[in-house]
């Protein structure tokens, strides 16, 4: 099991027109290569008057599972760029369905190319990227009077606040790496003079959202595929 991973932070679709062609480009977290065709086979479905539904998927902790599909198009032309620039981003777990409306406009090779490539790096960029670390979750439980002052320093720390529960007292939960445990409760300790009572939970992935992507193909203009 990975420790941390970086995928898309939702799923969802964008859309974007070349040379009179609609390009959509839907994307979802799928964790099984069953889990991706079937994944694929609702996007045909849904868009089955569309000239081409173009995938590509990465499953596996090392990515393991890597396919790329042109579904009509000329080979290497779709499904590989598509997967390419999933690949640049260093994704695990993604895949990628761009649908294609043709607008009676040929692109030739390297127009499809940059096509599907920047249908996918636009969509990338709209959507956004997140790390996901696997961390222990730990609550730090103090007065209402007090919560000011920790929700104020955890806002600023390098620690993830993932949810802020309210009953008769507050607690913060916050991912921890595991190694990170005892050094952040002593932290909080300190900082709260003793006043905080702290809840252990499990293990799990908490997500960091990614400032942007590094798909540069996503600021291609139209002029690019002439």
Same mark, same amino acid.
Request: glycine content about 8%; some cysteine; charged content about 25%.
């Given at each position: ?20 062609? %609609?390009?959509? &480009? ?23 008057? =569309? ?15 890597? /396919?790329?599909? @042109?579904? $009509?198009?000329?080979? $290497? ?27 009676? +406009? ?21 959507? $956004?990227?997140?790390? /996901?670390?696997?961390? /222990? ?10 919560? $000011? ?10 620690? +993830? ?6 009953? @008769?007292?507050? &607690?913060?939960? %916050? ?7 005892? =050094? ?24 960091? /959202? ?17």
């Amino acid at each position: 099991m990975l420790t941390s991973y970086k995928t898309i932070a939702h799923d969802g679709n964008t859309e974007i027109v070349i040379k009179g062609s %609609c390009f959509i &480009c839907t994307l979802k977290r799928v964790y099984s290569e069953d889990e991706a065709k079937e994944f694929i086979q609702a996007i045909k479905k849904d868009h089955w008057k =569309a000239t081409h539904n173009c995938s590509a998927y990465l499953i596996g902790d090392q990515n393991e599972i890597q /396919r790329a599909h @042109d579904d $009509g198009e000329p080979s $290497g032309t779709a499904g590989v760029p598509m997967l390419e620039v999933l690949k640049k981003n260093g994704l695990h777990y993604v895949a990628a369905v761009v649908t294609r409306y043709f607008g009676g +406009t040929k692109l030739g090779a390297g127009g499809l190319i940059r096509a599907y490539s920047k249908s996918v790096s636009t969509a990338l960029n709209e959507i $956004g990227l997140v790390e /996901r670390s696997l961390q /222990r979750k730990v609550g730090s439980i103090v007065s209402y009077a007090a919560s $000011g002052k920790l929700e104020n320093y955890l806002q600023q720390s390098k620690y +993830t606040l993932v949810d802020t529960q309210y009953t @008769d007292q507050v &607690c913060f939960v %916050c991912g921890i790496p595991e190694e990170e445990v005892a =050094a952040f409760q002593g932290e909080i300790t300190n900082i709260m003079n003793g006043r905080v009572v702290f809840e252990v939970g499990e293990q799990g992935y908490v997500e960091k /959202r990614l400032a942007r992507t590094d798909a540069d193909d996503a600021t291609l203009d139209d002029e690019d595929f002439e």
